[in-house]
């Protein structure tokens, strides 16, 4: 039916289909638009290169590590996303910040290991390359795209080996040789 103003009017005794719509889960409460590009499968790729490891013991410490990533450390940073922004690595998320000026040579380098091209095409350069630690050890290393709010993880410093600390760092590191994606992958 046409009003007068030649819009379609939509009756009164139409029901309401969004009412309708019911959804088993809360949603997110966080307001956070943040999300998550996980369309890369290598980020879970392990390397040993130059000093540096993100392999693992065996496929039980793989389940413990992946099992941590997406029970606690992608929900937290969803849900707290504004205030780790805010922040910048102080605060109360000391561990997620910009990588660090110079730290940012190896991790470029730790990338275009794992994903096997170039990324120095000003693509992750700066404060868009960032770590992300909730947990005392793991920490995920992802690029920060500012214009559509989104996330995508380029690696997983299993071992926060990029920014080491004597407290936490173990010297037995570079005996692992377990990598899911070549145990698991193509």
Not at 121 to 148: C, E, H, M
Request: proline share 4%; glycine share 6%.
């Amino acid at each position: 039916m046409m009003g007068k103003s030649g819009r379609k009017r939509i009756g009164k005794n139409k029901k309401d289909v969004s009412k309708n719509v019911q959804r088993g889960t809360d949603p997110n409460t966080s307001e956070s638009p943040l999300t998550f590009d996980l369309s890369n499968k290598d980020w879970l790729r392990s390397i040993s290169k130059k000093g540096y490891t993100n392999k693992l013991k065996d496929e039980t410490m793989f389940a413990t590590y992946i099992f941590e990533l997406f029970h606690k450390v992608i929900p937290v940073i969803q849900e707290n996303w504004k205030s780790i922004i805010k922040s910048g690595g102080t605060g109360a998320w000391p561990h997620c910040h910009p990588i660090a000026e110079d730290k940012l040579d190896e991790v470029v380098t730790i990338i275009e290991n794992i994903h096997g091209h170039k990324f120095s095409d000003g693509k992750v350069a700066g404060p868009s390359l960032w770590q992300f630690g909730i947990t005392q050890n793991i920490r995920l290393i992802a690029i920060r795209d500012y214009t559509n709010n989104c996330l995508t993880p380029v690696f997983v410093d299993y071992h926060h080996l990029i920014h080491e600390s004597e407290h936490h760092n173990q010297a037995d590191y570079n005996r692992y040789d377990f990598c899911p994606y070549c145990e698991y992958g193509e």
